[in-house]
DNA sequence: CTTAGGCACTTGACCTATCAAGCGGGCTTT
DNA sequence: AAAGCCCGCTTGATAGGTCAAGTGCCTAAG
């Protein structure tokens, strides 16, 4: 006997329309079975199916219309060219998964952006820790962490050692807070002569730089991401919906 | 008689639990209400209740547990500092409401980039229409529009004057294509010495660029926009959940 | 003091049922 | 030919109900 579980009704048949979709059984623009015929095809109740169509319709792959029926819209296509965001990455991958060499670490005065990211006054200590992150032996980017002082007291952070795990999940277990969200800001500037020779850039190619803020469900920064991408080795990607 | 329609039950509920959560009356991290003591409280039935706070949860107010109940998140942050993405406003908005003169229009080859992003082969022609924005009284960025001849064809996009539709509208009217998402890539570069004189801006600032490429359901390009953003000018923004 | 079982609570899943409202086609009337 | 009405279909909303599964607390036994 199998020990795997079997999945609620409404799954399997969000699953089973889906494949069909995919398959051209029901190709896009075309109606989708109604409840009714469905009800009958799988011998299941209409909350059940009303269950596994409002799932396929919160998830774009149908549209339904109140007297006319369910149209089918196709596999929503950002689900096949999801990216990673960019903060995402830095705040959930240990920072052994990116070879690189830690470059400060300590408390210093939060330069002006970051206070105000990190809803500080001006001038306020903060905890920085940045790293150079190399690609395939060739220096990358520069990533600067960011936590107000109180944050960052009792964590691993301080180490020149890389994390063995991500930031998340780090200061998460050590202290009682929870990332949410993050609010990102992209500016782009030309580099310090310090910045080009570290990342062995020529000094006429600008950086992109990524400032993520790293939000509680209340909208309270919780700690500030930097990153450093020179423009010729680096651009960033997203995705999103037209409304 | 008032004309206005009542809404549904279960929406009802909602907002009164949203107002309730923010007055604090649920302060974040409290348990709410059981199903049953909502049930008792508003005298509606169980699945109108299991609606509403499936909603609830769907839009990051709440959590729930099986087993151990419902706990309030508090008013997601993003549906308060949710940003204008920065193709929607190209895409949605019309070009009568944001000042500018066209620089170009017409058949062009599309540079290797578009013809990419457009799927086309190397070296096709392509329609092009290229906008200086300006922004109270100072030019602001250069906005270029890149379609597929055939889906130009029929359309007021030649014109010298300004549309009064969006693009995405403009072109939905006029031919059989539905805009879904965008997929934006966003890079740095210098100007060259005709971006910068048109823009007014020095040659050693770096421009942002943004490249989205207008995608219908199935993932198709219909057309690709590129924007010129002169770095000292302008920023980019993002917010996204951290998963 | 620890452990296990039972109970009461919770939410998750599923069922049957009714009525409201929208849509489209066919038929009748003007 | 056009307009209106009716009917049969659709989805939207609501109700009442049962059983499964998870959680936490309390009590009893060891």
């Given at each position: 006997?199998?020990?795997?579980?079997?999945?609620?009704?409404?799954?399997?048949?969000?699953?089973?329309?889906?494949?069909?979709?995919?398959?051209?059984?029901?190709?896009?623009?075309?109606?989708?079975?109604?409840?009714?015929?469905?009800?009958?095809?799988?011998?299941?109740?209409?909350?059940?199916?009303?269950?596994?169509?409002r799932?396929?319709?919160?998830?774009?792959?149908?549209?339904?219309?109140q007297?006319?029926?369910?149209?089918v819209?196709?596999?929503?296509?950002?689900?096949?060219?999801?990216?990673?965001r960019?903060?995402?990455?830095?705040?959930?991958?240990?920072?052994?998964?990116?070879?690189?060499?830690?470059?400060?670490?300590?408390?210093?005065?939060?330069?002006?952006?970051?206070?105000?990211?990190?809803?500080?006054?001006?001038?306020?200590?903060?905890?920085?820790?940045?790293?150079?992150?190399?690609?395939?032996?060739?220096?990358?980017?520069?990533?600067?962490?960011?936590?107000?002082?109180?944050?960052?007291?009792?964590?691993?952070?301080?180490?020149?050692?890389?994390?063995?795990q991500?930031?998340?999940?780090?200061?998460?277990?050590?202290?009682?807070?929870?990332?949410?969200?993050?609010?990102?800001?992209?500016?782009?500037?030309?580099?310090?002569?310090?910045?080009?020779?570290?990342?062995?850039?020529?000094?006429?190619?600008?950086?992109?730089?990524?400032?993520?803020?790293?939000?509680?469900?209340?909208?309270?920064?919780?700690?500030?991401?930097?990153?450093?991408?020179?423009?010729?080795?680096?651009?960033?990607?997203?995705?999103?919906?037209?409304?």
């Amino acid at each position: 006997m199998s020990l795997e579980s079997v999945p609620p009704k409404y799954a399997q048949l969000v699953q089973t329309l889906q494949r069909r979709i995919e398959a051209g059984t029901y190709p896009p623009g075309s109606l989708l079975p109604s409840e009714n015929q469905l009800i009958q095809e799988f011998g299941i109740s209409r909350p059940t199916v009303v269950a596994a169509l409002r799932m396929l319709r919160e998830q774009g792959w149908i549209d339904s219309q109140q007297g006319k029926g369910r149209f089918v819209r196709g596999r929503p296509a950002m689900s096949t060219v999801e990216q990673p965001r960019s903060g995402q990455a830095y705040v959930s991958s240990p920072e052994t998964s990116s070879p690189g060499e830690v470059l400060d670490v300590g408390a210093v005065t939060a330069p002006n952006r970051i206070a105000v990211l990190l809803g500080l006054k001006p001038k306020s200590k903060v905890f920085l820790r940045r790293r150079l992150l190399s690609h395939e032996g060739e220096p990358s980017e520069i990533v600067s962490i960011w936590l107000p002082l109180d944050l960052s007291e009792g964590t691993d952070l301080t180490s020149a050692e890389p994390l063995s795990q991500g930031l998340r999940e780090h200061i998460e277990a050590r202290k009682s807070v929870h990332f949410d969200h993050v609010l990102e800001q992209i500016v782009a500037r030309m580099p310090t002569s310090a910045e080009a020779t570290r990342l062995g850039m020529p000094k006429n190619v600008p950086l992109l730089v990524v400032f993520a803020s790293l939000r509680d469900a209340a909208g309270r920064a919780l700690a500030v991401l930097d990153v450093l991408l020179p423009a010729d080795r680096h651009e960033l990607e997203d995705a999103y919906p037209i409304s």
